[in-house]
Structures are given as C-alpha cells and as structure tokens.
C-alpha cells in the first residue's frame, strides 16, 4: 500500500512540474488590480465608421469575455461599477479578397483602428490606455454567409469582435 502510495504521489508531482513549467497558470488578478475592484462597465465604444453595429457587437463580445474569468463581472449600469473600459472605434474596412462565383464570397480582409482605456470610476484615473489600437486579419467566411449586399460582411465582423475582446482581455491582464 505504500509503495501505491509513493507511486502516486510521484506521478502527481511530476504532472505538476511539467504543467506549470509549459507556461500553464491559474487565472489570478493581475499585480496592478486592487482587490476592492470586483466589476467593470462596459459601454458600447464609439463608432466613427459606417458599420451601424460594430460598437455595440464589440462590448458585448468584451462583456462576455470578462464574465468568463470571474474576476471583474460585468455589471449593467456604469453607477454599479468600479472600473470602466470605453473605448472608439476609428476607423474599419472589410474588403472581399476571393470569391467562389460572382457574389459568394469566400475570404475577407479586415483592417480595423480604434483606442481604449480602463479608468477606475470613483477617481477618474486611468488604470490602462491603448492610443492606437490595430488589427489586420483575414477571415474565410461560411458558404451560409449569402447575402444580398455584401456577402459575409456581417460574418467577418462578428469573427472580428470575438479576436478583439481576446486582445483587449490579454492586454489589460497580462501587461
């Protein structure tokens, strides 16, 4: 029974070693957050484009990523809020690259500018700010993305809000 023992806890201590030495860690607060900060407000970020919805999908995109790590919770109205992440959207084009046939599009470049900042509610004092914040990207789009006018538009936006929380998320915690 011992050596079972013995056996076990090597094995234990060695898959240990080798999970924390590939760079895997718990999710913890960063070193900079005070622990009092437990929510953050995410308003819709200004949209000085012509996409009509890219503001909006882009907070609730960083509204769902935040809720993921259960650190700062999202909360609904700024008052509640100890932290608030605001940003603008600058500038954003999507430009078809290849097609199947005429008007099915296949693959889309996106290039997108904007800026954000985390600012602590109660003082008004900037925790995080990136000035100019940009992302090149293209994204093959589904055969179901057919539409009308401008088919996979809506599909490349969606897939651009969801790599863009990540980078906002990664950047905040880990700089």
Known sequence: ????????????????????????????????????WKTIYIPPFKNYTQEPEIGERLAYALRHKFSQGKILIPVAREEEADLILKGEITKIYIEPIAYEVFLQTKERKVHFEGRFQLVERITGEKI??????????TYRVSEKAVGPLD?????????????????????????
């Not at 201590?13 to 957050?33: D, K, N, V």
């Not at 995080?128 to 992302?135: C, I, P, Q």
């Open 1 to 36: 029974m011992s050596f079972l023992f013995q056996k076990n806890w090597l094995i234990l201590l060695f898959l240990s070693f080798l999970i924390f030495s590939c760079g895997y860690s718990i999710q913890e607060r960063p070193s900079y957050f005070k622990s009092s």
């Open 151 to 175: 088919p996979g538009k809506k599909e490349a936006l969606l897939k651009l809000c969801e790599d863009l929380s990540e980078l906002i998320f990664q950047e905040i915690w880990f700089r």
């Open 128 to 137: 995080h700010e990136n000035k100019k914040f940009t992302r090149f990207e």
